[in-house]
Structure formats: C-alpha cells, structure tokens
C-alpha cells in the first residue's frame, strides 16, 4: 500500500476517506511513505485504522537490496511512531526473516530496540518461504553470489509446504531450524518488551497468526425485547 504513483495515493486517499464516512474501519500493510494529508486522514480515524508496517532489518544498505523501491528504515520508523503517538493500534512485520542476513543477534537486538522507540508492542514474523521466482530475484539482485548460495542452500532437500495462501506450496526452511529462529526472535524480542506471533498462513505445521487484520471490538447492539 502507498505506492509512490501520484493517481495511487490520491485513489487511496479517496477510498479511505469513503469508507470512513460508511463507518468501516481499515486494516493494511506498508512499507511505503504515507503522505501527509493521508497520515492526518488515518490520525483522525485512529479507532477505525489497524496498521502493519513491514520491516526486516535495521541496515538500509541492506534494505537498498531486497527492498529497492520500499522507503527508507529511517522513514517506517518515524510513521510508526506518528501513528502509535495519533493514537492508531500499530504493528511491525518482520517478514521474511532471511537466514544468515537479517537473523544476527546484533541486527535483530538493533531492529526490536528501534522498534520498541516507536512505541510499537506488538510483531509479526516469519522466516522467508522460496519460489523459484524468490530464489531467481535473489540471484538476480545480490551482488554477493557466496551468500546467495549459503542461504539457498539452508532450503536444499525440505519438502514442499502446503500454505493457506490460494492453495499454493513453498519450500520452507526445516521445522525445527525455523521453530529455532522464532524461539531467538522472541527472545530478542522480549528484551524491549515487545510481543511476538508467528505467521500461521506460512506456517501451518507450527501454527500462529500474523494478525494482519488486526482485533476489531464487536461493536454492542441492543437486543430487541421480541427476540
């Protein structure tokens, strides 16, 4: 969502705004650059808006990597604490979690705590799932082919993976090598108080949610006196 396309974010803008007005709230998920008079929009709204923001590293020149046309690490954060301090229930995405790149004890100790700053509580997470498009783009894009190669071969002889994402399969990491990595993650996690779920849609066998629609109260209707 926010994508840098001038008719997008004023399409955006003009969905958002509708659909406030009909009194139904929103859930998304960015690693884009809010606009301003957008962020003012969700602000006024902040009991109607559920926020995900998608950040996998502390390191921007990594950022520039795998995520080139996302906004910058410096930009994510500076939103996410907009938003926590206008009031709107806001949560990080760490997904993927990229074996052997963004999984160092520094750089997730670097992460959480940049994260805890923003006033965020609450993380998603899971480890990164291949495709055969995934692991093209990667070759494709890092410059560094002997860290290509050392992530890639993490998934070498896994079984396919059945995902709640439109009947489709990925190759995972192992259960145990992931359920390891989400055990450390919670643990780095835990340190600034910040609480931790595992994406069930990637991970069924160890399940979990990523909360990507946020919890919504239900809102209270008067029961009638003929029911």
């Not at 940049?114 to 997470?125: F, H």
């Amino acid at each position: 969502m926010f994508q840098p396309i001038p008719d997008v974010l004023e399409l955006c803008y003009s969905l958002l705004e509708l659909l406030f007005s009909k009194g139904i709230g929103v859930a998304f998920l960015t690693k884009g650059c809010i606009p301003d008079k957008t962020m003012r929009l969700l602000i006024n709204h902040a009991d109607m808006v559920k926020a995900q923001v998608g950040i996998i590293t502390p390191d921007d020149s990594v950022r520039c990597i795998f995520e080139p046309n996302a906004t910058s690490i410096e930009m994510r954060l500076q939103q996410m604490g907009k938003m926590v301090g206008g009031g709107i229930a806001v949560e990080a995405r760490l997904m993927p979690i990229l074996p052997g790149i963004t999984d160092a004890a520094d750089s997730l100790d670097r992460l959480f705590q940049m994260i805890a700053n923003t006033g965020v509580e609450r993380a998603a997470i899971s480890t990164l799932f291949l495709r055969p498009a995934i692991a093209e783009s990667l070759r494709r894009l890092i410059p560094d082919e002997q860290a290509v190669k050392i992530l890639l071969d993490l998934y070498r002889g896994t079984e396919r993976l059945a995902v709640h994402a439109g009947h489709s399969s990925v190759i995972p990491l192992p259960r145990l090598k992931r359920e390891e990595t989400y055990t450390r993650v919670r643990q780095m996690a835990r340190k600034y108080s910040i609480e931790v779920s595992v994406c069930g849609c990637m991970n069924p066998d160890i399940g979990g949610t990523c909360n990507i629609g946020g919890k919504w109260l239900l809102p209270y209707i008067q029961p009638s006196l003929f029911d």
